[in-house]
């Protein structure tokens, strides 16, 4: 480990943070001024600042924590218990003059593969996939192989370890293939399918579990991987009594061109070279509660997009969760679809 991996200084932008926590992957920065320790940044700390501020302009100093904890050196063996009374997954060891010596991480696999969340999965799976032609001129999407496994085990896979151990499929195209290939493989789960003879659209087809599911439940795209806590997903959703919980993803975009701003008089009033635009887009994955299934008319051809404008514009508490650009692998498209398969490789 690196010292240097963690330390962040405070006139970086939060986007830069965002980063910076995904490399380490233990959720927290240290930060700096004039090459000095004054303050800690979590990934919940910018969560709650977009969530509250919704300004993604922001730099790590409007945001980090200038209090954290901290233990100094000579007390660095009690670091592990002060870690686990307050939840810390990292903790700096300081000396007297408030120089980062070490820093101590929390690796307990325990904590790390938690298996709580047992909560129904639904898994949208009868879609064409036609931006992935001729790939699935073969294959239904959900079992287009990325590695050494189809898309779709990967995503089931991945809310298993978090103790999910009920799934219902929504199939329709080439839907005898995907059952063909869960129905062969062994698994401690149970996979329920849920056949839509027409096309329903990614909400409409929630319709045929009327009566199957009866409790908060999570629904995901088959064409996408969140590499979040799943768990901690779910206690925001709980947490902010939403009747859905969108995850949504940053997404910085580089414009490789100068942009012109006009006035109304025809005159350039701004001129911007090659700008990055950041914003947040929707990744296919909801925390949903289980009125909005029996709410549904049946046969009825609806996106879940528009389910959410439907409940959103009648008052009802619909939530965003936001998450970094890294944490989002998404397979809609050929060129996306390879760097999914690049990144999962080198995880492995």
Not at 88 to 110: C, G, H
Not at 285 to 291: G, L, Q, R, S
Request: hydrophobic content about 40%; charged content about 30%.
């Amino acid at each position: 480990m690196n010292i240097k991996d963690f330390l962040i200084d405070e006139d970086k932008s939060m986007i830069d943070a965002m980063s910076q926590l995904d490399l380490v992957a233990k959720k927290i920065l240290f930060v700096t001024k004039d090459d000095k320790f004054v303050a800690a940044i979590t990934d919940g700390d910018i969560r709650r600042w977009i969530l509250k501020k919704g300004n993604l302009d922001a730099n790590v100093r409007d945001i980090a924590n200038y209090s954290p904890k901290t233990m100094l050196i000579e007390d660095k063996n009690k670091a592990k218990d002060y870690m686990k009374i307050n939840e810390i997954e990292a903790l700096p060891i300081i000396d007297n003059e408030n120089n980062i010596i070490s820093i101590v991480l929390w690796n307990d696999e325990e904590i790390k593969n938690k298996k709580e969340l047992d909560i129904p999965v639904v898994i949208m799976a009868g879609g064409l996939g036609t931006r992935l032609y001729p790939y699935t001129k073969i294959l239904p999407k959900p079992l287009i192989p990325i590695g050494e496994i189809p898309i779709s085990e990967h995503i089931i896979n991945r809310f298993n370890k978090y103790g999910c151990k009920e799934f219902h499929l929504v199939v329709n195209h080439k839907k005898n293939m995907i059952k063909a290939y869960f129905n062969e493989i062994e698994k401690d789960y149970i996979i329920n399918y849920v056949d839509e003879d027409i096309p329903l659209g990614t909400g409409g087809g929630l319709s045929l579990l009327k009566g199957k599911i009866n409790s908060t439940f999570i629904l995901s795209n088959c064409d996408i991987l969140i590499e979040e806590d799943y768990e901690k997903i779910y206690k925001f959703h709980k947490d902010n009594n939403n009747l859905i919980t969108m995850v949504c993803s940053l997404k910085t975009i580089r414009i490789p061109y100068g942009v012109v701003e006009i006035n109304k008089n025809g005159e350039i009033e701004e001129m911007k070279e090659k700008p990055v635009l950041s914003f947040f887009t929707n990744t296919g994955m909801y925390i949903v509660e289980p009125k909005v299934i029996e709410e549904l008319n049946e046969n009825e051809f609806i996106g879940f997009p528009d389910i959410i404008e439907k409940y959103k514009n009648n008052g009802e508490k619909v939530g965003v969760y936001p998450i970094s650009e890294n944490n989002w692998l998404d397979m809609g498209q050929i060129d996306e679809m390879e760097e999914m398969r690049r990144r999962l490789e080198k995880d492995e």
